[in-house]
């Protein structure tokens, strides 16, 4: 089956400056590859996704893009707030149906 | 007021007690997803279900049963619970299909599950 990595596990930053978080994915049928935000004691909600025939997508400071050829795809965060410290969760999907999550980064970013 | 919905919220039980969470969605959606969350491991699929009467396993189906009857109730049954089940379990729901945001999943609040 699908086997997606994330990095890094943990993340700081100073508020305002940027945030990057990787994922790796196996298998290359994976078309729908979603973000989550998981704050602490909370569910995880959608904040961007992008689909196999876009190489990069954005929605204000958040953006995400995806090398097909290379099998991965980011999440950046841009002008960080402490509001965004939280777990993020990167995902691929095939068809939208069976989803492969990655391990998760805790971001913290420090006011 | 649009929502997944799961019960109960929280639960601790005995090893071999049988049990069912119970996850209900009124969007109308036709997909539906259970996931347990465990520290370090992220989200792993346990079963997901395209409609009804359809359901299929996903990646650690092991120890699980699902029932899809009405499109709108997604049960998780434990037959025979043991400690190695003990997690925090997510019911999700999306449309269904992959065009527009048919894949946009939305997640219940979680049931935390310990079986001692």
């Known amino acids: 089956g699908e086997n997606v990595e994330q990095h890094p596990s943990t993340l700081s930053v100073q508020e305002g400056d940027s945030a990057v978080i990787k994922c790796t994915y196996s298998?290359?049928?994976?078309?729908?590859f979603p973000w989550y935000k998981q704050e602490l004691g909370k569910r995880p909600q959608l904040i961007i996704d992008?689909?196999?025939?876009?190489g990069e997508k954005k929605d204000q400071r958040i953006a995400v893009t995806l090398n097909k050829t290379a099998k991965h795809f980011s999440l950046h965060i841009t002008e960080t707030q402490p509001e965004d410290s939280a777990v993020y969760f990167c995902?691929?999907?095939?068809?939208?149906?069976?989803?492969?999550f990655g391990t998760g980064t805790s971001l913290t970013v420090i006011p | 007021e649009a929502q997944v919905t799961q019960n109960p919220r929280y639960l601790i039980t005995v090893t071999g007690k049988k049990l069912t969470v119970t996850c209900s969605q009124n969007?109308?959606?036709?997909?539906m997803s259970w996931y347990r969350q465990d520290p370090g491991l992220g989200l792993r699929q346990i079963y997901y279900?395209?409609?009804?009467?359809?359901?299929d396993k996903g990646d650690v189906p092991e120890g699980y049963k699902v029932s899809r009857k009405e499109k709108r109730n997604f049960p998780l049954i434990l037959e025979s619970p043991s400690p190695n089940q003990t997690s925090l379990y997510f019911c999700?729901?999306?449309?269904?299909?992959?065009?527009?945001?048919?894949?946009?999943?939305?997640f219940g609040p979680g049931t935390r599950l310990l079986v001692l």
């Open positions: 969007m109308n959606h036709e997909y």
């Open positions: 995902a691929a999907s095939l068809m939208g149906n069976q989803f492969y």
């Open positions: 992008i689909r196999s025939n876009v």
């Open positions: 279900s395209m409609n009804v009467e359809v359901t």
């Open positions: 298998d290359s049928a994976s078309n729908y």
């Open positions: 999700a729901s999306s449309l269904g299909g992959t065009s527009g945001r048919g894949e946009t999943q939305y």
